[in-house]
């Protein structure tokens, strides 16, 4: 698998214009964000993940199918829901190949925008796929006192790592997969991962440390390299985080154990990565230090912008998904993944 960056062929297209009042690219061309290191994190980072993730197996997620099965695009589909770390139940849905046949399955994550339907078309063939809503967001999983908004949601229980939100929606990735495992069994023996956005961030957090999962498609990931991050004006959820910090350095402490670049000194299952050059909600150099930190093979798509509306995002969005689909068809495939 190449570990050289593709470009779609966008690149010559020049500046985007745009009225932020920051520049979107931060001032970093391709080689400066190929250059982004990931922080070494905490000394008991990978300790604090093990215990969470150990935890998080000890849940009996008691998976539901709740409703009817309805067939769209050749997927049969169905609403579910599981129990996650703290007594959670976490809603969402189940696609299978309407002719029956699994070979392997997905967990697939959303932005923070949350979701309203599972996106059939982006799983690979001859896979069951479950697609959460992960804790106070979306339209299946909202809790009380928690915002689901992006710019509440990510300060949630911000003040210790034990009581971060975005652990715990870690926690519910680990509980979705065993869920999935669980309602489809044919899914157990080759799982990957699919996230955007948020869910990029979060599956860079919930995967070194879960063998179950054989491969991954991070998509413009977020919560990567958070000293840098902070530093970098932003539309999204770091933003809020910016602000926060300003008003108490002693958060970044806790932001340590929430890095998706650091955490992705620890995956070394095959990864694929659609990182851009222009973003205003999510940093490119954030997006480009998960990718640069991921210590097993990789692939990077680099796209002209993530978050944006821009001449020829359709084309760039589909050669993103036929890359995706291609790398999780072929990757994993010769069994166990390697301990992180």
């Given at each position: 698998m190449s570990t050289h960056p593709l470009t779609t062929d966008t690149g010559e297209l020049g500046p985007l214009p745009h009225d932020f009042p920051f520049d979107p690219t931060h001032g970093y061309?391709?080689?400066?964000?190929?250059a982004?290191?990931?922080?070494?994190?905490?000394?008991?980072?990978?300790?604090f993940w093990r215990e969470r993730y150990a935890s998080a197996l000890r849940v009996d997620p008691s998976p539901r199918v709740e409703g009817p099965w309805a067939t769209v695009d050749g997927m049969r589909v169905a609403d579910v829901s599981?129990?996650?770390?703290?007594?959670?139940?976490?809603?969402?849905?189940?696609t299978v190949p309407a002719d029956g046949r699994v070979t392997r399955g997905c967990v697939a994550t959303h932005g923070y925008g949350g979701r309203v339907a599972p996106d059939s078309w982006q799983s690979p063939p001859e896979t069951a796929t479950i697609w959460p809503c992960l804790r106070g967001l979306g339209t299946r999983s909202l809790l009380p006192g928690v915002p689901p908004k992006s710019a509440g949601h990510v300060l949630h229980g911000i003040g210790a790592r034990e009581s971060y939100l975005i652990g715990g929606c870690v926690a519910d990735v680990w509980c979705a997969a065993t869920a999935l495992r669980r309602l489809v069994p044919e899914?157990?023996?080759?799982?990957t991962y699919l996230g955007t956005s948020f869910g990029g961030g979060i599956g860079a957090l919930a995967l070194p440390w879960d063998d179950r999962f054989h491969a991954a498609g991070l998509t413009v990931p977020t919560f990567g390299n958070h000293p840098l991050r902070v530093t970098l004006p932003c539309t999204g959820s770091g933003e809020s985080v910016r602000?926060?910090?300003a008003e108490d350095p002693s958060v970044l402490d806790v932001l340590a154990y929430f890095d998706a670049a650091t955490a992705a000194r620890h995956i070394k299952i095959?990864?694929?990565?659609?990182?851009?050059l222009f973003d205003p909600s999510v940093p490119p150099p954030g997006q480009f230090a998960v990718y640069?930190?991921?210590?097993?093979?990789?692939e990077l798509l680099v796209l002209r912008a993530g978050h944006f509306d821009h001449p020829g995002e359709?084309?760039?969005?589909?050669?993103?998904?036929?890359a995706q689909r291609r790398f999780l068809s072929g990757a994993g495939a010769a069994g166990p993944r390697p301990a992180a």
């Open positions: 061309d391709l080689p400066r964000l190929l982004v290191k990931a922080p070494p994190g905490p000394d008991d980072f990978a300790d599981y129990t996650s770390a703290d007594g959670v139940r976490i809603g969402g849905w189940l899914a157990a023996g080759r799982l602000t926060r910090l095959p990864v694929h990565v659609g990182a851009a640069n930190g991921l210590a097993g093979p990789r359709r084309a760039e969005t589909a050669a993103l998904e036929e």
